[in-house]
């Protein structure tokens, strides 16, 4: 695609409630990126792949969370047994090879509201 | 461990005037550092890098950034602002093969 595609856009969801959200990288990019964004704060980093394998998940808050990149593309960010606290717009970013100077292309972000 | 901090979460301009917003980052070593632009509903865009080379560095839209080593800062300029120029600006900072990391963030709002 022309860019980075995340879905859903909004997810409302209740306490407790396991939530999937998706990222379909730039195509050809082999790094892949999540961030959260809260209100009123710059990005924190969560996880990245490059290719299928996770190569710095040290972002991850607690074990609630987990993501997976099966085929070197599409990734999925897992969050179980969801609480409050992660409400927040969930940023997805791919970059071109393994170069730690190329930029991030960002996609529009998943909201997730938990009630 | 690496950090930026933006010490103003807004700035305000009249449109014409120059813009700058500010960004220091702390990290050991040579840093690679980027500018982000936030409009709303939208997705983070890249504005412009600092990698090595020259300590000024031109971007997107006319915007650009002077690297100073010394002060270890990384402030984003124009010299002059529109309008549309109004957004969220992230600077961002990262060494070697560990993540991105951004600063909080400056609403930046142009005034005509």
């Known amino acids: 695609g022309a860019g980075v595609s995340q879905t859903p856009s909004n997810k409302v969801t209740e306490k407790g409630k396991y939530v999937e959200l998706r990222c379909d990288p730039i195509?050809?990019?082999?790094?892949l990126y999540w961030y959260r964004q809260s209100l009123g704060q710059g990005p924190e980093f969560l996880i990245y792949f490059q290719g299928t394998g996770a190569a710095d998940d040290s972002g991850l808050p607690n074990d609630r969370f987990f993501a997976v990149r099966p085929e070197g593309s599409v990734s999925t960010l897992k969050i179980q047994r969801t609480e409050r606290g992660d409400s927040a717009v969930y940023l997805c970013?791919?970059?071109?090879?393994?170069?730690?100077?190329?930029?991030?292309?960002f996609g529009e972000g998943s909201r997730l509201t938990v009630l | 461990a690496q950090s930026v901090a933006q010490p103003e979460d807004q700035v305000n301009v009249a449109e014409g005037n120059p813009l700058t917003v500010k960004c220091t980052y702390s990290v050991s070593g040579n840093p690679y550092l980027f500018w982000y632009v936030q409009y709303p509903n939208r997705g983070l865009q890249f504005l412009l890098k600092y990698i090595t080379g020259d300590n000024l560095v031109k971007g997107s839209y006319g915007f650009e950034a002077e690297f100073n080593k010394s002060q270890t800062s990384f402030h984003l300029k124009k010299p002059s602002a529109l309008v549309s120029d109004s957004a969220l600006y992230f600077c961002?900072?990262?060494?070697?093969?560990?993540?991105?990391?951004f600063g909080k963030g400056t609403r930046l709002s142009v005034i005509a």
């Open positions: 961002a900072v990262r060494k070697g093969n560990t993540p991105l990391v």
């Open positions: 195509s050809g990019h082999t790094a």
């Open positions: 970013a791919s970059s071109a090879g393994t170069k730690n100077t190329g930029e991030l292309f």
